[in-house]
């Protein structure tokens, strides 16, 4: 796993921008291509994930890549869900909360631990990735919710949750919450928070967008991935030329 730096939530928000302005574009091609695009979508995940679980140590290329073809198909997949079985963002929301609560009661009572420091065995890294995926599924649930059934807007719903995003900081930097508990919460929130300006980038302006496009979200932030992961590469190969320097 990656150390949890500025860098890496950076990147982190940036694939669940990038997930949630793709899977859009997805949506609106005809059906044969957005079949044919969830279908390598899917693909992809299903490949980077393995490469993941064989690695015995962090790979940024795989890690990031497994994460942004979660957000895209992970995207996808929950709002496919709640259109087939006709549910509401607020059931789904909630749904999806108890799902993630059950997977981290479930991972704990058999580790013991829900730190990401403590992922040595391939049994915790399933937990850990099925974690990621269920809270990707509630982060798109949460943002509709804000942004459509609470009448929010896109921006609105992303000032929200930037705010949102700063209290489990605050929290622990005040000694009130303990790492682990601090970084679930904000990484859960980073899925609205992400999405939400992705939206607001791309939709139209009479949804209270810019109008960008869906398609050229999706490839400002995928370029923008690549150039973070890219540095972030850089800084650890330096750190690991000094000795002594902690990584």
Not at 64 to 88: E, I, K, P, Q, Y
Not at 121 to 143: K, N
Not at 148 to 176: C, M, Q, T, V
Request: hydrophobic share 55%; net charge neutral.
């Amino acid at each position: 796993m990656p150390e949890a730096t500025a860098m890496f939530w950076a990147i982190k928000i940036c694939t669940t921008g990038m997930g949630e302005a793709a899977s859009d574009f997805m949506g609106t091609r005809p059906v044969l291509l957005a079949a044919a695009l969830v279908a390598i979508s899917g693909t992809a995940l299903i490949w980077l994930l393995l490469l993941q679980l064989r690695a015995d140590r962090y790979l940024p290329w795989v890690y990031w890549g497994t994460v942004a073809m979660v957000s895209v198909f992970g995207t996808v997949a929950a709002d496919g869900l709640r259109v087939v079985l006709g549910l509401s963002y607020l059931t789904t929301t909630i749904a999806f909360a108890l799902t993630v609560a059950a997977i981290l009661t479930a991972w704990y009572r058999t580790e013991r631990t829900l730190s990401i420091h403590d992922i040595t065995t391939l049994r915790r890294e399933l937990f850990y990735w099925s974690t990621v995926i269920a809270t990707f599924a509630l982060g798109t649930a949460a943002g509709d919710l804000t942004a459509n059934s609470l009448g929010l807007g896109y921006l609105d719903s992303g000032l929200l949750f930037l705010a949102a995003i700063a209290a489990p900081y605050l929290l622990h930097r005040g000694a009130a919450l303990n790492a682990t508990t601090a970084f679930w919460a904000a990484y859960i929130v980073t899925r609205p928070l992400g999405a939400s300006f992705a939206d607001w980038g791309a939709v139209p302006v009479h949804d209270g967008g810019l109008h960008l496009g869906t398609g050229p979200v999706t490839l400002v932030l995928l370029a923008l991935i690549v150039a973070l992961v890219r540095q972030e590469r850089s800084t650890t190969a330096a750190l690991r030329t000094v000795p002594g320097a902690a990584l």
